[in-house]
């Protein structure tokens, strides 16, 4: 098992920034994948960036050039930079372990609002 807690969230004027944090600890595998979803009110979740344990990263799309992803050992971070309203959302920290199974974390709430 693995368990996920998250930090950082909350209520930000739009162009502003914010940092999520998500430690990861208990059955740590050596290859795993620790990234970062979303969930807006009537949409489904989506991948908002990942990193690999060997440091490869990945971004949506809607995020390139604004968030980037980090990670120190079991924990990752966040750093949200020039936030949108439509960056307005439920994030979700995520740990795959190298045989494939998901856990997840509790959700923090991210509100970019004027």
């Known amino acids: 098992q693995v368990q996920l807690v998250e930090s950082g969230g909350g209520l930000v004027q739009p162009g502003g920034s914010l940092r999520l944090s998500c430690a990861a600890s208990g059955s740590i595998s050596s290859d795993n994948v620790m990234g970062w979803y979303r969930q807006a009110p009537g949409k489904q979740r989506e991948l908002v960036a990942s990193v690999t344990s060997g440091g490869k990263t990945e971004y949506s799309n809607s995020v390139k050039g604004r968030f980037t992803i980090s990670r120190d050992n079991a924990k990752t971070n966040l750093q949200m930079n020039s936030l949108k309203p439509e960056d307005t959302a439920v994030y979700y920290c995520?740990?795959?372990?190298?045989?494939?199974?998901?856990?997840w974390g509790q959700g923090t709430q991210v509100t970019v609002s004027s």
């Open positions: 995520k740990f795959t372990n190298y045989w494939g199974s998901d856990y």
